[in-house]
């Protein structure tokens, strides 16, 4: 679509998506390959290996594995027997989607490794992403349901009107 025209935004087609995902895996593989191997050998080649380095890096590797392989599971599609997509699998370029929580966490993944080179304490960058999940489970699940709950506990309050309307009518009882 072009990005002049307003209204309603096209709907991709089930080989679009399937080219995309194809595209955008082999481009977040990539990143999470070349900046572990180019940390690894950059520490092996300048400087010392410590405990540190070679705990935080299995973390790192871990997640960007566990990352990389979560896109491939989501993006897989089906085909039919005649060679047809059936299912393009989730769309990993969708706005909002939970693709986009998973790339986030390739790349700050990835940016630590890379800034791990110049000092240890950037391995810290890594507890950004349980906090940006603590924050996420806040904010659509925990919150919400705290609100619900105390909105069901209260009474509904009586705007002005009604209230001296019904002070006049307990009067007229008494």
Known sequence: MAP??????????AKQI???????????????IGCSAG????????????TVTVIMGIIAVLSLTAAVQFMVFMSRPKYSESGT????????????????NVKDLIILTSGTLLLSLLSNYFWFLLLLAPLRALWMLWGSVIQPWLS?????????????????KLERKMRRMR
């Open 39 to 50: 940390t690894v050998l950059i520490n092996l080649i300048f400087f010392g290996i410590s």
């Open 18 to 32: 399937v080219e995309e995902n194809k595209a955008t895996l082999k481009f977040y593989r990539n990143m999470a």
């Open 148 to 164: 619900q709950r105390n909105a069901a506990n209260q009474e509904p309050e009586l705007d002005e009107k009604k209230q001296r």
């Open 4 to 13: 002049s025209q307003k209204g309603k935004q096209g709907t991709k087609g």
């Open 85 to 100: 997509i059936l299912d393009s699998g989730n769309d990993l370029n969708m706005e909002g989607g939970i693709a986009e």
